[in-house]
Nanobody, 125 residues
Framework: QVQLVESGGGLVQAGGSLRLSCAAS????????MAWFRQAPGKEREFVAA????????TYADSVKGRFTISRDNAKNTVYLQMNSLKPEDTAVYYC??????????????????WGQGTQVTVSS
């Protein structure tokens, strides 16, 4: 099973940018679809973005489309989430996830078998 560690979270003002990283170990992620989810206090975990194993296809939640970009570098075993034009409602713990179904853009948490510990993103108004 692949182990995932997120980094890059922090406190940013509205309109600012952050780039999250998800470093994988234990196995290469080149055959995995990868995704980002987020969970705000008192809310369910929600889908943010996903990318298939070769990086060609991606999908985004409507709430982040046009502002966030998911990408991957299989040579570095790392996935990224570039977040621009951040809003206070983007405040949440962001989680990286991996699915062995490498060509499937899953949007539901149960479709992913490996998860990181999460990184906090706080956007102030």
């Amino acid at each position: 099973q692949v182990q995932l560690v997120e980094s890059g979270g922090g406190l940013v003002q509205a309109g600012g940018s952050l780039r999250l990283s998800c470093a994988a170990s234990g196995r290469t992620i080149s055959s995995y679809a990868m995704a980002w989810f987020r969970q705000a206090p008192g809310k369910e975990r929600e889908f943010v973005a996903a990318v298939i194993m070769n990086g060609i296809s991606t999908t985004y939640a409507d709430s982040v489309k046009g502002r966030f970009t998911i990408s991957r570098d299989n040579a570095k075993n790392t996935v990224y989430l570039q977040m621009n034009s951040l809003k206070p409602e983007d405040t949440a713990v962001y989680y990286c996830a991996a699915s062995h179904l490498g060509m499937t853009l899953g949007v539901r948490p149960f479709e992913y078998g490996s998860w990181g510990q999460g990184t906090q993103v706080t956007v102030s108004s």
